[in-house]
């Protein structure tokens, strides 16, 4: 129990006049979080709860945010990782992630396709984990494709995935909370279709954007730390790499309506009110 409690630095060990180990609070406030904590011993409360809630933020937080038991496991093994670089993780998986290139409009600066992740609340490439139904991770990457991007499906005569290499990460899991060790593969798409109808979530980002750690769309950030160390191992980085496609990448504006209600609702109230003031000038 003493190692237990010591583990939140609230007790210390100190050598007694007598040369004995005894153990002390080092603080007043540390002495009140020991007598809390009995006091939830006493009473047969948790102090953490909805245990069954997936994914973390990464803040600000409320109180009850902090208290949910996945956000406490998040932000406890985000300190365990930075207090050792070579902290031990607690789970391991396999990614397969794909890098999507465009340039969007003439002149315009190479941009990559990133995907919300609900779970997660994060944006990064498409892709997902290996599943044991898969034949291989070119066969991952085929499948989340397919998933991700409306309508379509792979076509051996149209379609080129090349294999980029594999990075290995270890990182705070933002769907599980827990320090894990990634290994992800990486998929370069090619395709000579002229266009690809992308799926609710979907995302551009120049180069510079994916490699900036602080980078915000909205208030989600991007989870593209392997990304980064592929960059760095790349001929050229990321910039080097053939253009996906020769056309033009868009959501359907059925999807658009649908990830943007509010948005397309103020457009149309536009539209309509530029109309109706019109319509006296041919009258």
């Known amino acids: 129990m003493l190692a237990l409690v010591s583990a939140f ?5 100190e050598i007694a006049p007598d040369g004995t ?7 007043p406030q540390a002495a009140y979080f020991l007598r809390g904590l009995a006091a ?8 953490l709860d909805n245990w069954e809630r997936a994914g973390a933020d990464a803040g600000p937080y409320s109180g009850n945010q902090v208290l949910a038991g996945p956000q406490f496991l998040y932000l406890s093994e985000s300190r365990r990782l930075a207090l050792d670089a070579d902290a031990v993780p607690l789970r391991e998986v396999n990614i397969v992630q794909v890098v999507v290139k465009t340039r969007r409009g003439r002149g315009a600066g190479a941009q990559y396709l990133l995907q919300y992740d609900e779970r997660a609340r994060q944006y990064q490439l498409p892709g997902g984990h290996v599943r044991t139904t898969d ?10 494709l397919e998933e991700e991007l409306a309508g379509y499906t792979y076509r051996p005569d149209r379609d080129v995935l090349t294999r980029l290499g594999v990075i290995d990460a270890v990182q705070p899991s933002r769907t599980h909370g827990a320090v894990t060790g990634y290994r992800v593969t990486f998929f370069h798409l090619k395709t000579d279709r002229d266009r690809l109808l992308l799926g609710p979530g979907a995302h551009w980002a120049g180069e510079e954007q994916l490699l900036d750690p602080d980078f915000r769309i909205g208030r989600a950030g991007l989870n593209v730390t392997a990304l980064a160390r592929l960059h760095a191992t790349l001929p050229g980085g990321l910039g080097g790499l053939p253009w996906s496609h020769p056309g033009s990448l868009r959501r359907p504006v059925r999807q658009v309506i649908s990830d943007r209600p509010w948005e397309a609702a103020g457009l149309a ?9 019109l319509i006296p000038l041919f009258l």
């Open 9 to 13: 630095g609230a007790m210390r060990e």
């Open 269 to 277: 109230v536009g539209v309509i009110g530029l109309v109706v003031s």
């Open 21 to 27: 180990v005894a153990a002390a609070v080092v603080s």
């Open 40 to 47: 939830y011993l006493r009473t047969g409360h948790a102090i």
């Open 135 to 144: 034949a291989d991770h070119w066969a991952t990457a085929i499948r989340e």
